[in-house]
């Protein structure tokens, strides 16, 4: 190869086609994966394969998009999703997720990582999909047949480090990283520093060319708290205003923020309401206050909400962050955040369970199994029906029994120090203060712990997982029919709560069409009496929970667990 100039070497043939297996040697020595290549088929260590992007058929259906405001996202990993563990075996599902009332499928990063098996955040050769779920055009297939059948398809994208094995990006380009700042990964990637312009180049080329040549309606930028740059404008700013100017142009593409720092200014809205930056964040906050309220569990992070409970769901939902610049306790009195009420409902995606918050826990328990039907209902009425766009996780809508664990499948060494590591991550726990209750959390690297988190489908058409898939397409349904026209132009800024004692809330939206949602909730399981009857009696009751309460909720008592949306005003 020859020099070209700032680092770059290149070298012009007519032999590698389509299908052709190619390395680089490094100073004539070891052999190493095209860093941007595009299919490993002998996963990260072997050779790259010449891939012709033109080559997959898409088709002529004209795919236009969706808006984000109805969206309602379904994330999944593509190993557990299914038995076969591939891209096309979830085309064989997508027909489930319409059924159910989902609009934007999320996929768990993708990017080729060592071994069979990984949550996809240990990626280390960002521009390849995982062999083991196929090939690169069996994924443009997946977002092709989801878009055909109306779903946009949203992927996991993780720019704060590369994962622990197969990267050889410091044997050759150690401009990528800097001990500038650290990350808990080690070295953090050189977004600021000298020669740091290549490095922003090959991550927001990443982006582009996952929006672009898969067709993906958005991506899901993971931890980028972790993203360290003190540069301006930032990587997080150059990436979003590229994706604006590039495909951002011509369709709709959705970026969402995965931010423990709750940055409000990378959510800010042109007049129009459009993003300027990113469309939305994953509002941690949001489900670690219901966790808390529903379960009741104080370790960790949950501590911060510990003290009132209700008061930061109720600013969650209307104002979007629950931390918008106060001290965060577990963060040593740091402040976290900054104000967001002035932001519209939907730049904020609620949830009750993802991957991190099942698959962080010892034994990956799914949140129905920590806590009673009645509260689990509850807390899920209140996610379906307001107005911040929902994300389910697989499984979550027939209360799967199949854990969600944490696996991967590393070389020798480098598994015996993350089971190890794994174990003593919880050692600060009660439950895991004994070494011998440590040694019976499962091992990472352990097939077995994989194939324990396979969806069971069959399941799905018992009784009892049936009726919890009642519930869901219920929920969603009501959805569609009354709650997503009317929040088109929703206006920022236009919602109020009330507190109702210590146990119970009361939150107001004005709608895009003038007229006004109201939620008022019990989330306890003592009945709550108020000083007077309930103002809505006159209010459009659009659902009860639980339905039996019947005519309880129009005085002055809420029965446990109960929550009541109401819509006042008919709207234009």
């Excluded at 990378?266 to 379960?295: C, E, K, M, S």
């Excluded at 712990?449 to 929920?475: M, Y």
């Amino acid at each position: 190869m020859q020099a070209s100039g700032a680092g770059w070497f290149e070298c012009r043939t007519t032999e590698a086609h389509p299908g052709t297996l190619y390395s680089y040697r490094i100073d004539g020595g070891i052999e190493v994966p095209d860093p941007a290549s595009r299919f490993q088929p002998h996963d990260v260590h072997g050779p790259s394969e010449v891939i012709d992007p033109a080559a997959f058929d898409w088709g002529t259906h004209a795919w236009e998009g969706r808006p984000w405001y109805d969206a309602v996202c379904y994330e999944l990993h593509i190993g557990t999703f299914t038995r076969e563990g591939s891209f096309r075996a979830v085309i064989e599902r997508l027909d489930h997720l319409i059924a159910l009332g989902v609009t934007a499928v999320q996929l768990m990063p993708v990017a080729d990582f060592p071994g069979r098996r990984n949550w996809g955040y240990d990626g280390a050769l960002l521009f390849a999909p995982d062999s083991s779920y196929g090939r690169p055009d069996d994924l443009k297939r997946l977002v092709l047949e989801a878009h055909r059948r109306g779903l946009m398809v949203f992927l996991d994208v993780v720019y704060n480090h590369f994962g622990p094995e197969g990267n050889y990006l410091h044997l050759y380009a150690p401009q990528f990283f800097t001990e500038r700042h650290h990350t808990p990964w080690g070295a953090a990637i050189n977004f600021d520093g000298p020669e740091s312009l290549e490095v922003r180049a090959f991550f927001i080329q990443n982006a582009l060319y996952w929006l672009q040549e898969y067709h993906f309606d958005g991506l899901r930028l993971d931890a980028v708290h972790a993203i360290l740059d003190d540069s301006q404008p930032d990587f997080l700013t150059e990436l979003a205003e590229a994706v604006r100017a590039g495909p951002g142009r011509h369709r709709p593409i959705h970026l969402v923020l995965e931010n423990d720092g709750n940055t409000a200014s990378y959510l800010t809205r042109h007049n129009t309401g459009a993003p300027r930056r990113y469309t939305a964040q994953w509002n941690d906050d949001f489900h670690h206050v219901a966790h808390l309220i529903v379960t009741g569990e104080r370790d960790g992070y949950y501590a911060d909400y510990a003290d009132r409970p209700i008061d930061y769901l109720a600013r969650c939902l209307a104002e979007g962050f629950a931390y918008q610049g106060e001290p965060s306790t577990c963060r040593h009195g740091e402040p976290r955040g900054e104000p967001s009420a002035g932001l519209p409902p939907d730049a904020f995606v609620n949830w009750l369970q993802t991957h991190d918050q099942v698959g962080n826990r010892a034994f990956g328990e799914r949140l129905h199994t920590l806590t009673s039907p009645e509260a689990f209902k509850a807390m899920l009425a209140i996610l379906l029906l307001a107005p911040s766009p929902p994300l389910l996780f697989m499984g979550q809508e027939w209360a799967a029994q199949t854990p969600f664990l944490f696996f991967c499948d590393f070389g020798d060494e480098l598994a015996r120090s993350v089971a190890e590591g794994r174990r003593q991550e919880f050692a600060k726990f009660a439950a895991f203060a004994d070494p011998a209750a440590r040694q019976s959390i499962p091992d990472p690297n352990d097939p077995a712990t994989f194939s324990r988190c396979k969806l069971d489908w069959a399941s799905a058409r018992d009784a009892p997982h049936q009726e919890w898939l009642a519930v869901h397409r219920k929920l969603l349904e009501l959805r569609r029919r009354e709650i997503v026209p009317r929040i088109e132009r929703i206006r920022a800024g236009a919602t109020d709560f009330v507190l109702l004692g210590d146990q119970g809330l009361s939150v107001g939206w004005e709608l895009g069409d003038g007229s006004r949602l109201i939620l008022r909730a019990n989330l306890s399981n003592t009945e709550l009496r108020l000083p007077e009857p309930s103002p809505y009696a006159g209010a459009t009751l659009l659902h009860l929970e639980p339905s039996e309460a019947g005519t309880d909720l129009n005085d002055n008592r809420l029965p446990p667990w109960s929550v009541a949306w109401h819509l006042q005003g008919e709207g234009r």
